[in-house]
């Protein structure tokens, strides 16, 4: 296993290449910059997962007043992905951060399949090949960047703008690309995935990247308080082993775990710090999987979650008026409606009452009041009413008791009486609102895609201009120059590419931002990818090697 050794990442090949560069030239910068001008100083774009309309317009009733989104809707956004017009978390979060559509469970890679409608079906001449992300170029640009997340850190959406990976699964791969994408702030659940163990999600490489990120100076912190407390500008917060709570839960059942605005809050005034600027990315996770369980009170408690972080972006946005905000969801998910069946003929005089205060009962949501199930189920009937079906009827009572999967049957009574409809147990593909606000701000009806090119303009540079830099096909780069490419893969779980060009032996291990030259560590400044047995570096990566005597 190998270990990071910080007096080491420090050293460079003089004469040779000044990590950080990447291939640019002051020449080269000019270029760029006139290419595209800076907008926004900082940009911070949030994303709540799985939220549809009508999610936000429960949301909206149940608080009794505005959104904080609602005085900065400007616009919609298409999600479909390359092959279908229904996408997965993977490919949408991969069009947002990259500006590339991507099919189902791929993250930050190109497309294996292109069938949706208007697509250049050349997306996927080089499948899963890595593409550059808002993010990264953010880092090279010289801003500080962060990730904030409710769910694992390692998930779909924050790992498509920090990560590269050919299945949203592989949290081995995710989690280490995170620690060496040297991110300033790091902020979610998922802690199995940066230590050893036996969970489900613990890594299997052996490495405990948890004495990684300390070595590479980041203070490490599990709770609120050590989040308020510290004064680091390099935080990785690991709140939780897997997923963080719904807020509506957290002070009943982790009542240690932050909030997503407070997070988010901890996460600008850490990187405002930066005197470049900064790019943070915020994730609301869990109202899409409140979706999935047709849980409206999970989809409710977290989307107003997220719009209190909304509203920490706005605060410092309008105070510091060189801040671009965009909020969005990724895609609709349950298919759920303000109404169903039992309306039918009467909506029109049905008052907004009847649809919210069944919900308002509820003290907790469908994941919190299952967990005050006891083994032997004998409080089923307490569990419903933490759940909202208080004073059930005498066919309610029958149900609950009589239930074989307890979940299923208190969603559907709770639907029934909020009168709320549901179609699905999964994604649905309707176009969404969109939200935005400061200098180059998007506007009008966009793809997913546009965003994250709107952002990188924003930030003033290109997206394919940066790629062809961070991401090149090592095998036909270095033998183009006459060296030989193996791969030393001894420890299965961390291969390693090794490059011999005359005296020269430079090794790339996987999904970390060093190198390895004759013996000596070089620190990158994009990490190496292998995807489906193919290995991507940056160019002066590659430079490092035909430079070298």
């Given at each position: 296993m190998m270990t990071l050794n910080k007096k080491i990442l420090g050293i460079t090949l003089a004469g040779t290449l000044a990590a950080g560069s990447l291939g640019f030239t002051a020449a080269n910068?000019?270029?760029?910059?006139?290419?595209?001008?800076?907008?926004?100083?900082?940009?911070?774009?949030?994303?709540?997962?799985?939220?549809?309309?009508?999610?936000?317009?429960?949301?909206?009733?149940?608080?009794?007043?505005?959104?904080?989104?609602?005085?900065?809707?400007?616009?919609?956004?298409?999600?479909?992905?390359?092959?279908?017009?229904?996408?997965?978390?993977?490919?949408?979060?991969?069009?947002?951060?990259?500006?590339?559509?991507?099919?189902?469970?791929?993250?930050?890679?190109?497309?294996?399949?292109?069938?949706?409608?208007?697509?250049?079906?050349?997306?996927?001449?080089?499948?899963?090949?890595?593409?550059?992300?808002?993010?990264?170029?953010?880092?090279?640009?010289?801003?500080?960047?962060?990730?904030?997340?409710?769910?694992?850190?390692?998930?779909a959406t924050p790992a498509a703008f920090s990560s590269h990976a050919s299945h949203r699964g592989e949290y081995d791969n995710i989690a280490e690309q995170q620690i060496y994408q040297d991110i300033d702030v790091v902020l979610g659940g998922g802690k199995d995935s940066l230590t050893t163990g036996t969970a489900k999600n613990s890594r299997k490489d052996g490495e405990n990247l948890v004495e990684v990120a300390e070595d590479r100076g980041y203070d490490i912190i599990?709770?609120?308080?050590?989040?308020?407390?510290?004064?680091?500008?390099?935080?990785?917060?690991?709140?939780?082993?897997?997923?963080?709570?719904?807020?509506?839960?957290?002070?009943?059942?982790?009542?240690?775990?932050?909030?997503?605005?407070e997070m988010t809050k901890k996460g600008i005034s850490t990187l405002s710090k930066d005197k470049d600027g900064f790019f943070l990315m915020?994730?609301?996770?869990?109202?899409?999987?409140?979706?999935?369980?047709?849980?409206?009170?999970?989809?409710?408690?977290?989307?107003?979650?997220?719009?209190?972080?909304?509203?920490?972006?706005?605060?410092?946005?309008?105070?510091?008026?060189?801040?671009?905000?965009?909020?969005?969801?990724?895609?609709?998910?349950?298919?759920?409606?303000?109404?169903?069946?039992?309306?039918?003929?009467?909506?029109?005089?049905?008052?907004?009452?009847?649809?919210?205060?069944?919900?308002?009962?509820?003290?907790?949501?469908?994941?919190?009041?299952?967990?005050?199930?006891?083994?032997?189920?004998?409080?089923?009937?307490?569990?419903?009413?933490?759940?909202?079906?208080k004073n059930p009827t005498a066919e309610e009572t029958q149900a609950i008791n009589d239930s074989k999967n307890l979940a299923k049957t208190l969603v559907e009574l709770l639907a029934e009486r909020a009168n709320i409809g549901f179609t699905s147990g999964g994604h649905t593909g309707e176009d969404l609102f969109m939200y935005s606000y400061g200098p180059g701000k998007p506007i009008g009806f966009v793809e997913n895609t546009d965003i994250a090119h709107i952002t990188a303009s924003a930030m003033g540079f290109d997206l394919k201009e940066l790629d062809k830099k961070l991401f090149v096909d090592a095998k036909t780069a270095f033998e183009a120059m006459g060296a030989k490419v193996s791969v030393n893969a001894e420890d299965k779980n961390n291969p390693v590419l090794v490059v011999k060009k005359g005296k020269t032996t430079a090794e790339f291990?996987?999904?970390?931002?060093?190198?390895?030259?004759?013996?000596?560590?070089?620190?990158?400044?994009?990490?190496?990818?292998?995807?489906?047995?193919?290995?991507?570096?940056?160019?002066?990566?590659?430079?490092?090697?035909?430079?070298?005597?």
């Open positions: 910068e000019k270029a760029e910059a006139k290419k595209a001008k800076p907008q926004a100083q900082n940009v911070i774009v949030l994303v709540m997962d799985g939220v549809s309309s009508s999610t936000t317009t429960l949301s909206r009733w149940y608080k009794g007043g505005p959104l904080a989104m609602d005085e900065i809707l400007t616009g919609g956004v298409r999600t479909y992905s390359a092959e279908s017009a229904i996408t997965d978390s993977a490919p949408a979060g991969t069009a947002m951060a990259t500006g590339n559509k991507s099919n189902d469970k791929f993250v930050g890679v190109l497309p294996e399949t292109v069938s949706s409608p208007g697509l250049d079906s050349s997306l996927a001449d080089q499948p899963h090949k890595p593409v550059a992300n808002v993010l990264e170029g953010a880092k090279l640009s010289g801003k500080a960047t962060g990730i904030i997340s409710t769910s694992e850190i390692q998930h599990e709770s609120r308080e050590e989040l308020l407390n510290s004064r680091s500008s390099k935080l990785w917060g690991a709140f939780a082993p897997a997923a963080l709570a719904y807020d509506m839960d957290r002070e009943t059942t982790n009542p240690n775990e932050p909030t997503l605005a915020v994730e609301g996770s869990k109202p899409d999987w409140a979706a999935h369980a047709n849980d409206p009170i999970g989809m409710i408690s977290d989307t107003l979650a997220f719009d209190a972080a909304v509203k920490e972006a706005l605060d410092f946005a309008k105070k510091d008026k060189n801040t671009m905000v965009i909020a969005l969801s990724d895609h609709g998910n349950s298919g759920i409606s303000i109404g169903n069946q039992n309306t039918s003929a009467d909506y029109p005089s049905i008052p907004v009452s009847e649809y919210i205060n069944p919900l308002k009962e509820a003290e907790l949501t469908l994941e919190g009041a299952m967990k005050q199930l006891k083994p032997d189920q004998s409080n089923k009937l307490e569990v419903a009413a933490l759940y909202g079906i291990p996987v999904n970390k931002d060093l190198a390895i030259v004759n013996g000596k560590e070089i620190e990158l400044d994009s990490v190496t990818v292998q995807t489906k047995d193919r290995f991507y570096l940056s160019k002066d990566a590659v430079q490092l090697v035909k430079k070298s005597k």
